[in-house]
């Protein structure tokens, strides 16, 4: 027996869909459709580009349209799917539109038939259901990449999180936790600017300067967590994102600054990479 779900992960510049089977917990990897997508198109076409690529997945198993569960960035009301996403250089063209009424018309689906959830929250599902989370009742979900996302389980409640904004420095958590502060801190001390995080971290192993960063990055780190998550004592905290691939270069630091605050919770890789917001987002029609 199985439930098919089409799990859907929009990101700023892409937008992954697979059927998910919620009674087995796994993904159906012959109906994986993942396209590239410009953030700035007018509300038609980024609506269309969703609808199309939920369609093919759909098509690859020879069904019709049916449940989909939405992980997309916010701000966002996913009860009502109104998109508040402004000023931040991605679909702007949705900004106070009805999504969920917009995407049910296009695919030909009653608007019920589509559910949403903050990615950071649906990441942290798919965890838990059927990743490095499994098990656990008191969690915190991170993702370390752009931006720093977040989402906390605890008392038999998912809560999307606020990591990106608490108070860290005189200023947000967000400013000293992203890819963005890594390529920042290394240009400032060597002047060289880099492509991304990846090529930072290549560089660690030889780059005396490029080691640094990520230690005061995880540094930077493990103040916030103990700041924010003291109270909660969560049991585990997993770390998606692409940052999290450099886990050796960051993590020892942040665990030595959680311990010497006397805290005792453990940290973890996610088990599932992309495909924990799938999976969490397939699980909302559970």
Known sequence: MEKLVAGVDIGGTHVTVCLVD??????????YVRIGID???????????????????????????????????GPFDYENGISY?????KYESLYGENVKALLSEELGISASQIKMMNDASA??????????????K?????????GLGSAAYYNNQLEDGD??????????????ISARWLLKDYESRTGEKLGGVKELAFRVETDAIAKQVFQHFGQNLGRVLVQRYSAQSPE??????????????????????????GKTFSMRPAQLGEDAALIGASYLHT
Not at 22 to 31: A, F, K, Q, V
Not at 40 to 56: L, P
Not at 163 to 176: H, M, V, W
Request: hydrophobic fraction near 45%; charge should be neutral; proline fraction near 4%.
């Open 138 to 146: 008191n969690l915190v979900g991170i993702t370390l990449g752009t």
């Open 123 to 136: 990441y942290l599902l798919g965890e838990m259901n059927c990743g490095a989370g499994a098990g656990f």
């Open 236 to 261: 585990i905290i997993i770390f998606g994102g692409n940052i999290s691939k450099a886990w050796d270069a960051f993590i020892p630091e942040a665990m030595a600054v959680v311990r010497a605050a």
């Open 85 to 89: 996403i402004k000023g931040l250089h």
């Open 39 to 73: 953030p700035s198109m007018g509300k038609e076409a980024v609506i269309n580009a969703w609808a199309s690529v939920i369609g093919q997945s759909f098509n690859k198993a020879q069904l019709p349209v049916g449940q989909v569960g939405i992980a997309m960035p």
């Open 22 to 31: 919620t009674i087995n917990g796994r993904l159906l990897n012959d109906t």
């Open 163 to 176: 990591l990106y904004c608490t108070e860290f420095n005189g200023n947000k958590a967000e400013d000293f």
